[in-house]
């Protein structure tokens, strides 16, 4: 056995004995029956493509989320739901947000995503955006993950790709938390460990290694998908945060999301990805290639040369004025020459 396919089983194993994630079901949702009172936490477009899947709900309150800053969340948490669980449908922000209102009301939560897009259903936390970033709190995950195929198949192939962003981001976030580590500015709760990072680029090599299926998109593919999100997601449960796995490109994304706000996270993760690869001067090809043969999106819509341009010189403010772990940005100065670099790397 050759030392990849080690770091693969390894970090398979992290999935078939996990212990810290939801259970993930694969199930025919129009034929799954729940009698109890439930409040539906979604969004407008995914209630509209998952209604035909949720005959058998007992629905009595719906919620639409259209906001995700703090007051819009702390007005949604003064209205206690009086139903008797919650279900939630929809992507990323949605599911985050569900688990915050089921955290605060403290109800059991079902988790059914209509994109694989980020890790979202499988962590205890929720991103809220605030001043110009993304800050984490305290969430629940959700106590059961439903996958209906059916209901994942109505989202567009791409934006599911999108999903392998928190993944890939182990690529540079790996070696910002060996340089944090080497220049021994590395907090208390993130020591480096060589055995965490080796389980993680096992994580990233197995999600390489299915990278025909996940092509495909068929129920293999996206299973591929959720297992290599979830293996992140219970690696950085037990190391007790996201070090192995967030690193400058989640920073550079958190940077350029005001200024690109109809983008998706794992569009702006894989944008933010290649271009902190070239910074840490660590090989783009590898990753390139991976999200061309998935069709993963790293070139969101607006996204222009003064975009990249005002993020790249405003970074190293940017990552010392929130308070970001140590990365390649602490270190970074501009250079007009790189933004061409990267400018033709991204279109190459
Ligand atoms: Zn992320």
Redesign the pocket.
């Known amino acids: 056995m050759s030392s990849k396919e080690g770091f693969n089983r390894l970090a398979v194993n992290l999935f078939e004995k996990a212990r810290t994630l939801p259970k993930i079901e694969w199930i025919d949702l129009a034929t799954f029956y729940d009698p109890r009172s439930t409040v539906l936490v979604t969004t407008p477009s995914a209630d509209k493509q998952s209604s035909p899947f949720c005959h058998n709900f007992n629905i009595v309150e719906r919620i639409n989320i259209t906001g995700g800053d703090a007051a819009y969340i702390e007005n949604l948490q003064k209205k206690r739901s009086g139903a008797e669980v919650m279900y939630t449908v929809g992507g990323g922000r949605a599911i985050d947000l569900a688990r915050l209102l089921a955290y605060t009301w403290n109800m059991d939560i079902t988790a059914v995503p209509t994109i694989i897009s980020?890790?979202s259903p499988f962590v205890d936390c929720t991103g809220v955006r605030e001043d110009g970033c993304v800050h984490y709190i305290k969430s629940k995950k959700a106590d059961r993950v439903f996958l209906d195929f059916s209901l994942l198949k109505k989202s567009p192939d791409a934006l599911h790709a999108g999903g392998a962003?928190?993944v890939l981001?182990i690529y540079t976030a790996l070696s910002d938390w060996k340089l944090a580590s080497d220049r021994q500015v590395a907090k208390a709760d993130e020591p480096y460990s060589i055995a965490v990072a080796d389980q993680a680029q096992g994580i990233l090599d197995y999600l390489m290694a299915n990278r025909s299926e996940i092509h495909t998109m068929s129920q293999r593919g996206l299973e591929s998908l959720v297992k290599a999100l979830a293996m992140e997601v219970e690696l950085c449960n037990l190391y007790g945060n996201s070090r192995p796995e967030?690193g400058g490109e989640?920073f550079f994304a958190y940077a350029i999301e005001p200024r690109l706000p109809h983008t998706t996270?794992g569009e702006l993760?894989g944008l933010g990805i290649l271009v902190t690869s070239l910074i840490q001067y660590q090989k783009l090809q590898p990753v390139l290639e991976f999200m061309n043969t998935i069709g993963m999106n790293y070139r969101p819509k607006g996204f222009t040369r003064a975009i990249l341009d005002e993020t790249l010189r405003g970074m190293p403010s940017y990552v010392n004025r929130h308070g970001l772990r140590y990365s390649v940005w602490n270190e970074y100065c501009y250079n007009k020459k790189q933004v061409s670099e990267i400018l033709d790397a991204l279109n190459s």
């Open positions: 980020t890790d962003g928190d981001s967030e989640h996270h993760v």
